[in-house]
């Protein structure tokens, strides 16, 4: 695992983050990063994390509640990074990243990404290969690119 950034990276108790014997686990990292001063990532307790995984706070932050779920190659991202405009693609602005926040016992399923200022509710489950760039209710399972809820978990 790496962890690297001007903020702060937070891990609660009992959490696993890489899986052996798994796919990846050999040949890939965990990365999370808390890139400026201003950003930070917070691990809740139990939370258990797949290979490949990586988080990135540029400048808000990123919570994963505790008992969570996540499978590999999940990618979690408060901004874009950089604007669309030419000249502003080499810039990152505090105005445009958006906190992102995952519920307790949410299940995320392997390949999904997770874009700035997305909620994803408590027990929720995402599916494979989920683009999530809207919130997410509470108690459901949601899928597919752009994800949307696609039914309530019983």
């Known amino acids: 695992m790496q962890c690297v950034g001007k903020g702060k990276i937070k891990v609660g108790a009992n959490v696993s983050i890489g899986v052996f014997p798994s796919a990846l686990f050999f040949s890939t ?19 258990w994390i797949n290979n490949n995984f990586s988080a990135i706070a540029d400048h808000t932050s990123i919570v994963i509640g505790s008992r969570c779920r996540i499978g590999a ?17 080499a810039l990152s602005r505090p105005e445009w990243a958006r906190p992102v926040c995952i519920g307790d016992d949410a299940f995320i ?4 990404k997770i874009m700035k200022g997305v909620t994803i509710g408590a027990g929720s489950t995402i599916a494979n290969g989920s683009i999530v ?16 809820v696609i039914k309530k978990i019983a």
């Open 29 to 47: 990292y965990a990365y999370l990063e808390a890139r400026n001063s201003s950003a930070t990532i917070c691990i809740g307790s139990g939370t």
């Open 73 to 89: 190659n999940v990618e979690i991202m408060d901004s874009d990074f950089h604007g669309t405009k030419v000249e502003e693609r």
């Open 109 to 112: 399923g392997s390949n999904v």
């Open 133 to 148: 760039c809207k919130d997410i209710p509470a108690g459901v399972v949601a899928g597919g690119n752009p994800a949307r």
